[in-house]
């Protein structure tokens, strides 16, 4: 008998648990399996960690996303800043040119944040 043979005969090893059919519908089973190809795990390890209280991570980092978020906030305040700078300061020593190439940044740096942001919205759990 192989050493395979012997642990299934005795009940042990990674497929020796009890099976606990579950009955589901076909819309069910995609949702879950989707669900599973999320988190990387295979349906039934999803399905019974979920029954022991285990959470799995989100893929995305929800701090990650509200400091992006806020990051967007900031450009568009210092965007701000810069534009009530031109308009009180017209006499000021920088060149116009800087200042608008400067602006013309920021406003690409919040768009790219912006797109991002759209990215990651799908991929974090509410």
Excluded at 95 to 110: C, D, F, G, S
């Amino acid at each position: 008998m192989t050493e395979i043979e012997k642990k299934r005969k005795k009940n042990i090893g990674p497929r020796s648990g009890q099976r606990i059919p579950v009955k589901v519908t076909a819309s069910e089973k995609e949702a879950i399996e989707r669900t599973a190809r999320q988190v990387r795990l295979p349906a039934s390890t999803l399905m019974r960690n979920l029954a022991l209280g285990y959470s799995p991570p989100s893929r995305v980092d929800q701090e990650t996303f509200l400091e992006l978020f806020s990051l967007r906030g900031d450009l568009g305040r210092l965007g701000g800043l810069l534009k009530l700078w031109l308009v009180d300061r017209p006499d000021a020593v920088v060149p116009n040119k800087v200042v608008r190439e400067a602006l013309t940044e920021i406003l690409e740096r919040q768009e790219q944040v912006a797109d991002l942001i759209g990215e990651m919205r799908p991929l974090i759990r509410r």
